[in-house]
């Protein structure tokens, strides 16, 4: 039974000497000379103003959210849209609840002011 792990365990293997040597490499090859530019906090080339506790709206957190749910919709379409035609009536029945239940979900947002920046 374990011999049907092995190219798992060998490709693990691989995978975390290439993760070590990479760092390794970078280490060596980097230069180290330190300067107060490189330690500075970089924020578009301008020192930062203010605290870095900075609020922010409860609006921007629901619109990122929002992205987000909606950019794992297209991650679960497009491997549907790829076997389209093996899956067949049952499976366009599927995704398009898929996206009802979605759309439902959007208009309800938009109808809730949830996108709106006011």
Do not use: C, H, N
């Not at 090859?29 to 578009?44: F, G, Q």
């Not at 990122?64 to 991650?75: C, G, Q, S, Y």
């Amino acid at each position: 039974m374990l011999r049907s792990y092995l190219p798992l365990l060998i490709l693990l293997g691989i995978s975390a000497a290439q993760a070590v040597g990479m760092v390794v490499v970078s280490q060596v090859l980097s230069p180290t000379k330190w300067t107060w530019v490189k330690a500075s906090p970089y924020e578009s080339g301008i020192d930062p103003l203010g605290s870095t506790r900075e609020r922010f709206s409860v609006k921007f957190y629901v619109v990122a959210i929002l992205f987000i749910v909606f950019d794992v919709e297209t991650v679960f379409l497009i491997p549907w849209a790829v076997v389209m035609r093996e899956v067949g009536v049952a499976g366009f029945v599927a995704a398009a609840m898929f996206i009802f239940i979605l759309t439902v979900g959007l208009i309800y947002e938009w109808r809730k002011g949830a996108l709106e920046w006011d």
